[in-house]
């Protein structure tokens, strides 16, 4: 089975150069070439001497897993995922065949320990992603496995390798069936306690009950360490509907240059609504798609009353009840 590996570019700063130049690279032990290596435990002495002063044995552990992981783990087939300068953007390309090469001295990335990529060129957009995967990606290590296989071979059109589901059963489609069956005034609450348990104070609802949507702003605070105003839109929509560029400029009209926005939908998004959506020189908005806001809604569940959990029918995880 393909696996799929994140390989960060110095926070994107030689993603240009990896997508050019056709690979990936890592810098740790920058003047010793690794290709006669074999095995992961031969790393250790060699970190050891190049590094005296990481003298903690997590912290050597953790920096001998990546290189080893780049060394020994990609596999040619292997789907590699590089974030890109923009942090929206995530270029995506397969291991090619060729082995690890050693290259010093070259001007567009200084990393010399490389793996050669095949880079496909529509790349990804982080807001597309479920949010377990789009959490994944938050990951400070620079070389680490993506534990969401299928959606990404999915998304990036090898899902013929993916694991074949034994059961018709989609448990987001019985989750959001839920959700359109509540009443407007049902769905505003849900939606004003799914906006508290993301960190919103002082959240207000401005829109009308009865128009099929929650309009609400609020203030996002992320654990103290910063608060953004946000201007909120939330709308029920049919399975199968997609929303166009046209009603998330709507909502981007009435967003101030100091504010960002939200919309969150039990449908889903045409592709040039995220184009708007993240357009430069404009305030963001966030997409929140039907099976992001049931990933949402299994990650605060508990958060929400009782009562509600109880009229919606379902138990810790979003199974039914």
């Known amino acids: 089975m393909s696996s799929v590996w994140c390989v960060r570019a110095a926070f994107g700063q030689y993603t240009d150069a990896f997508v050019k130049g056709g690979y990936v690279a890592i810098g740790w032990l920058e003047d010793q070439n690794l290709g006669d290596l074999s095995e992961r435990k031969e790393l250790y002495d060699l970190y050891r001497r190049a590094y005296p ?38 270029h ?17 990335c200084p990393y010399p320990h490389r793996r050669n990529v ?16 789009a ?44 959700v359109l069956e ?28 009865g128009d099929g949507g929650v309009d609400a702003t609020g203030e996002l605070n992320v654990d103290n360490l910063a608060k953004i105003k946000i201007f909120v839109q939330a709308k029920r929509y049919k399975r199968g509907s997609r929303i166009s560029a046209n009603v998330v400029k709507n909502l981007r009209s009435s967003i101030p240059s100091n504010g960002q926005g939200a919309f969150i939908t039990t449908a889903d998004f045409q592709k040039k609504a995220y184009d708007v959506a993240l357009e430069a020189n404009f305030p963001r908005i966030g997409l929140i798609n039907g099976r992001q806001l049931v990933d949402l809604l299994i990650e605060h569940w508990t958060e929400i009353p009782a009562e509600f959990q109880q009229r919606m029918g379902l138990k810790t995880g979003l199974v039914l009840a």
């Open 53 to 90: 002063d990481d003298t903690s044995n997590v912290v050597v552990g953790q920096q001998v897993g990546q290189i080893s992981r780049f060394l020994f783990d990609l596999t040619p087939g292997d789907t590699i995922i590089t974030p890109d300068r923009n942090t929206e953007i995530l």
């Open 182 to 209: 509540l009443d407007d005034k049902e769905f505003e609450i849900l939606v004003g306690h799914l906006l508290t348990a993301l960190g919103f104070e002082g959240s207000e609802v401005t829109g009308k009950t």
């Open 92 to 108: 995506h390309g397969i291991v090619e065949e060729t082995p690890y090469a050693f290259v010093k001295n070259d001007p567009a």
């Open 135 to 178: 959490n994944t990606m938050r990951s400070s290590l620079t070389v680490f496995g993506v534990s969401q296989v299928d959606e990404i071979l999915t998304v990036t059109g090898r899902s013929e390798l993916a694991q074949p589901s034994e059961s018709a059963f989609d448990p987001y489609e019985s989750v959001l069936a839920r």
């Open 118 to 133: 095949k880079w496909t060129k529509q790349p990804l957009l982080r807001s597309s992603l479920s949010v377990p995967l």
